[in-house]
């Protein structure tokens, strides 16, 4: 059994330059103002747009994330519609075999401090769950049979891509104090990702 804190990866190059451009060349289309697309005009153009609430022009751009967190937050995360998504299958992938270290890996849940009793409850049961799987594979099970007794702590790898406009979206819901502490984790460390190359595009989030 291996233990591991959420991660996050961002696939595409983060050229906040090039992005602003794309959606500034787009956009002009709508006001047939092309003429005035010059050096520097993108960051003017964009925040006009987004203060009118003119969003769908920020479509025209998408960004592509790796997230590895627990199976309970991916089912958070699928449930945005406007995305694609390739996603760790439990039905393929056997974690009794070699490539996965012969053991189950987990998330660590953030809000439980490791040591304490709650963390202690959560890691036997996680123990547990490897133990019946890797019982239930040697017993004859398929990997897509043994997975019924996999709990939401499971770690999961999904490759998540959105235009602007939903990530935008996603980072409305997923940051808020209301949303779910794990769900959270994950958002504000894509945010803080993306703000450090295109803060124009994130910074009122």
Known sequence: MRTIEPQIEV????DGNKILKHIEQAGRVCYKSE??????SSSMFIQNIIN???ESVLEHEKISVRIICDRGVSHEIVRHRIASYSQESTRYCNYAKDK?????TFIKPCFWEEGSQPYQVWEQQMQAAEDAYHRLISLGAKPEEARTILPNSLKTELVMTMNIREWRHFFKL???ERAHPQMREIARMLLEEFRSSIDLLFDDV
């Not at 003429?35 to 520097?40: M, T, Y």
């Open 11 to 14: 696939l595409d190059e983060l």
């Open 35 to 40: 003429d005035r697309i010059s050096e520097g």
């Open 52 to 54: 009118r609430g003119h």
């Open 100 to 104: 996965f270290g012969k053991e189950l």
């Open 174 to 176: 997923r940051t808020s």
